[in-house]
Nanobody, 123 residues
Framework: QVQLVESGGKLVEAGGSLRLSCAASGRTFSRYCMGWFRQAPGKEYEFVSAITWNGGFTSYADPVKGRFTISRDNTKNTVDLQMNSLKPEDTAVYYC????????????????WGQGTQVTVSS
């Protein structure tokens, strides 16, 4: 079993930056592709970004391309999401997830979810 715990969410002003982190427990972390999702108030879960097991390939949803960067450190069992040029529409609860492939993660076909961390971007 892999347990995921997100951290770093807070209130920020539009145009600001924020770095989220997801800490995973268990030696199986490196076997998984990792991803970030978000759920804005009144909306469904939305794919944000994904990264392969070794960090060699990344994928981003169109609304965050050029602004967000996903990365991972398998020696520390962490995956981060650097968010720049934040917009009010980025306001959401952000979730970390683990799946078999980037494609699976993009389709929300994941094996594990974190508890989420709140990101609020003021206008």
């Amino acid at each position: 079993q892999v347990q995921l715990v997100e951290s770093g969410g807070k209130l920020v002003e539009a145009g600001g930056s924020l770095r989220l982190s997801c800490a995973a427990s268990g030696r199986t972390f490196s076997r998984y592709c990792m991803g970030w999702f978000r759920q804005a108030p009144g909306k469904e879960y939305e794919f944000v970004s994904a990264i392969t097991w070794n960090g060699g390939f990344t994928s981003y949803a169109d609304p965050v391309k050029g602004r967000f960067t996903i990365s991972r450190d398998n020696t520390k069992n962490t995956v981060d999401l650097q968010m720049n040029s934040l917009k009010p529409e980025d306001t959401a609860v952000y979730y970390c997830a683990a799946g078999s492939t980037v494609g699976d993660v993009r389709r929300k076909q994941v094996d594990y979810w974190g508890q989420g961390t709140q990101v609020t971007v003021s206008s």
